[in-house]
């Protein structure tokens, strides 16, 4: 089962209480939010299936006081997506284009698909070994893969090709982690050296024959996970099994990383970490990001980044507009070759437009629905037609 809650109302679920997404017969290893529509998330499963879900409008699964209320499971999934041969491993939702979804599987198959069809855009299958992270560039016309045979591989997703390689991206044999920042055409990759020490690298897609900048970060055994707030410039590299999380700015010149602080340091070990987009932020308070922390048995534990300013007023140099829930194109425009940065939108509170999509949101409708209404159709036809059947009617 899937647990769903709101951002603005924490508190506690109760399994058998709280509602549920209940739809997959394994184990849920991944889930992703459509970044243009709130209210659909996709599940990658050990079942081997993709699923899509339509969170509805009154899900409410704690009340106003943080506790746990009762509500209907949802097990009807809008789209089942299947293709690949074992359990699916990752998924990432594009960043400009609507409804279309990159994923992974344990048959080291990367797959690009077409959600709101049903089927796939492409597939490229020659990956050396289990795929360890996948993620989009700033426009989503790149796919980087880093995969257990030490090779990152720069796809191009419409086709299915590996455009160029990174060889022997770190030498360690930890899981490495990608992460592009943002418009400046450079990849950053988290890693381990063969002492085991934790390790980020960042490359120059143009030459990807040798590092820009390599840095130390500790040697903890934990794996590095990147997150970029491409607003702000503003890198936080967090660790599995460890409390710490640091802050770097990056500069696309020498010498590219500026640590920032001390960051933030726990006893709590983090399993996995996320960023909140910059539309669920508390803008007027100056939170320039929030983390939500996935502890063992704590729970998730959100972590916010402030910037004291004393003006009540919107700080604009620290919120320029960010990507908006309007997609830049469609996923056939997508795939027959365009390329658009990001639409944007203001953080202004005063200047905040209808954040759904500017009304062109798409309705998806369950397989039961639409077979439902289908039925009462074909019964309303073979009722007109004895009606027109008995007024000696030809039709």
């Not at 997508?334 to 062109?360: D, F």
Request: charged share 25%.
């Amino acid at each position: 089962p899937l647990m769903v809650g709101r951002l603005d109302r924490p508190g506690r679920f109760n399994p058998g209480t709280s509602p549920e997404i209940q739809g997959h017969t394994g184990a849920v290893l991944d889930c992703d939010f459509n970044p243009f529509d709130d209210s659909m998330l996709a599940t990658a499963s050990e079942d081997t299936t993709i699923k899509l879900w339509n969170i509805p409008d009154d899900w409410e699964p704690t009340n106003e006081k943080g506790l746990a209320q009762s509500g209907e499971n949802l097990t009807e999934s809008l789209v089942d997506l299947t293709g690949h041969r074992k359990k699916v491993t990752l998924l990432r939702f594009h960043p400009t284009a609507s409804n279309v979804l990159g994923s992974c599987s344990s048959d080291y198959v990367v797959k690009v698909w077409d959600v709101e069809k049903g089927e796939e855009i492409s597939s490229f299958d020659d990956n050396g070994g289990l795929i360890q992270d996948l993620e989009w560039d700033f426009k989503g016309d790149v796919l980087a893969t880093s995969c257990k045979d030490k090779i990152v591989r720069i796809m191009d997703p419409r086709a299915g090709t590996v455009a160029s390689t990174i060889e022997n991206a770190h030498d360690g044999v930890k899981s490495v982690k990608l992460q592009f920042m943002g418009e400046s055409g450079k990849l950053l990759t988290a890693g381990a050296s063969r002492q085991s020490a934790r390790e980020v690298k960042i490359w120059d897609l143009k030459n990807p024959s040798a590092p820009v900048h390599s840095e130390t970060i500790d040697t903890a055994s934990g794996v590095l996970l990147p997150l970029y707030d491409d607003d702000t410039n503003v890198l936080y590299l967090a660790g599995k099994g460890d409390g710490i999380i640091r802050p770097f700015e990056f500069e696309d010149k020498k010498p590219f990383l500026h640590r920032l602080n001390d960051g933030f340091r726990s006893t709590s070990p983090a399993k996995g970490v996320c960023m909140v987009p910059k539309r669920g932020l508390n803008v007027m308070g100056c939170e320039t990001a929030r983390l939500l922390k996935l502890t063992n048995n704590k729970g998730i534990h959100p972590l916010s980044f402030i910037v004291p300013r004393k003006s009540e007023a919107f700080q604009d140099d620290i919120f320029p507009d960010c990507p908006s829930t309007k997609p830049a194109h469609s996923a056939d425009e997508w795939a027959a070759g365009s390329s658009k940065p990001p639409e944007t939108m203001s953080l202004n509170p005063k200047e905040r437009q209808n954040e759904n999509g500017g009304g062109t949101k798409k309705k998806f409708r369950t397989m039961a629905t639409v077979t439902k209404e289908l039925d009462e159709a074909k019964e309303r036809i073979a009722y007109l037609e004895q009606k027109l059947t008995e007024a000696n009617i030809s039709f």
